[in-house]
Each structure stands twice: as structure tokens, then as C-alpha cells.
């Protein structure tokens, strides 16, 4: 129950910064207040989502399991955010293998194909997670569409990250409790 409500925390502290981040109103240009105003919308997600894969995750050490979170949730961003410019085709696939590799470096024996060998001991299980994701990542995406056209300005964007970060955690929990070795296989 402890790690719901951290998750519930850290859920809205994220929604509560990326709204107020959109307050201001500033439009994107090459001016310092937009480039506090990004810098600060990137590094609340970055500890958002570092923080959602370690609670997530297996308990085990906290420190070598946060550093490798933060390294997975930072790389994941870094490689989702720009194919996500390059085409935005590419964004919910991208998103998917994004949950695949990172959700697991919360877990205490994780390791860096831990994701991909979910697929590998159970298979039917992973594929129907991945239906589900994808499944999931569309539906967000036409309830940020409606979130933007119905609720606009900062209630809009804190209904949109509240129900991502609902989304992101319970698929980020799925994909790292699927990507725990199971009992009595060897690595």
C-alpha cells in the first residue's frame, strides 16, 4: 500500500509541475524563460519516471537500483523523444520497446536484456502485455487529444499527465513484474 500512494506522489507532483510549467504561457522560441520552463518539464519527468521504476521494481539494494533507473529512464526519454521529432510514426512503437527495456531496472537482479527475455519465458504473457500497451498508449493518446481540445492551459495539461502517469506505472509494473526471472531457471 506504501508504494501505491509513493507512486500516487510522485504521479501528481509530475502533473502538478508540467501544468505549471504551461502556465506561464510561454510559445516555444529561443528565449532563456522557455528554456527554464523545458528544462524544468524534463528533469520532473525524468525523476517521475526514475522514481515510478524503482517503486515498481523488486525490493533489493535502493542505490544500484535508482542509478540503473535513472540510466533507463533517461536513455529511454533521450531515444523516445527523439524519434518522437523525427516521425511521429515511430512514437508508440518506440513507447512500447521503451516500457520493454526500462521497466525492468527497478528490479533487484535486473539486468539489460531482462525486458526482451520476458518474451523468452513467457511468451504468451508478453505478447498480450504488448497488445496491451499498444492498446493503452493509443487510447492516451486520444485522451490527450481530448484533454487538449476540451480542457485547455494548465487543467488540461494535468489531467493528461495524471492519466499518463497512471497508465506509465501500471505498464511499467506489468513489464517488470513479467521481466523477474522465474523460480528454479538459471540466467
Same mark, same amino acid.
Given at each position: 500500500?506504501?508504494? %501505491? ?23 516555444? &522560441? ?13 528533469? &520532473?519527468?525524468?525523476? +517521475? ?22 540510466? +533507463? ?39 539489460? *536484456?531482462?525486458?526482451? @527475455? ?5 511468451? %504468451? ?5 504488448? %497488445? ?21 492551459? *494548465? ?5 493528461? *499527465?495524471?492519466? +499518463?502517469?497512471?497508465?506509465? &506505472? +501500471?505498464?511499467?509494473?506489468? *513489464?517488470?513484474?513479467?521481466? @523477474? ?5 538459471? @540466467?
Amino acid at each position: 500500500m506504501r508504494r %501505491v500512494l509513493l507512486l500516487a506522489a510522485v504521479m501528481l507532483v509530475n502533473a502538478v509541475v508540467q501544468a505549471l510549467c504551461v502556465i506561464p504561457g510561454v510559445t516555444p &522560441a529561443a528565449s532563456p524563460a522557455f528554456g527554464a520552463l523545458l528544462a524544468a518539464s524534463l528533469l &520532473a519527468l525524468v525523476a +517521475a519516471s526514475t522514481a515510478t521504476l524503482v517503486l515498481v521494481g523488486e525490493p533489493g539494494q535502493p542505490r544500484p537500483r535508482a542509478l540503473r533507473a535513472l540510466a +533507463a529512464a533517461t536513455l529511454a526519454l533521450m531515444i523516445v523523444g527523439a524519434l518522437a521529432v523525427l516521425s511521429t510514426a515511430t512514437l508508440i512503437p518506440a513507447l512500447l520497446v521503451a516500457f520493454v527495456i526500462a521497466a525492468p531496472a527497478g528490479n533487484a537482479d535486473a539486468v539489460p *536484456w531482462s525486458g526482451p @527475455r520476458a518474451f523468452l519465458w513467457h511468451p %504468451v504473457r508478453a505478447v498480450l502485455l504488448a %497488445v496491451v500497451t499498444l492498446l493503452g498508449l493509443v487510447l492516451l493518446l486520444v485522451a490527450a487529444l481530448l484533454f487538449g481540445f476540451f480542457m485547455t492551459g *494548465w487543467l488540461g495539461s494535468f489531467a493528461t *499527465w495524471v492519466v +499518463a502517469g497512471a497508465l506509465g &506505472a +501500471a505498464l511499467a509494473r506489468g *513489464w517488470a513484474r513479467l521481466a @523477474r526471472r522465474p523460480r528454479g531457471s538459471r @540466467r
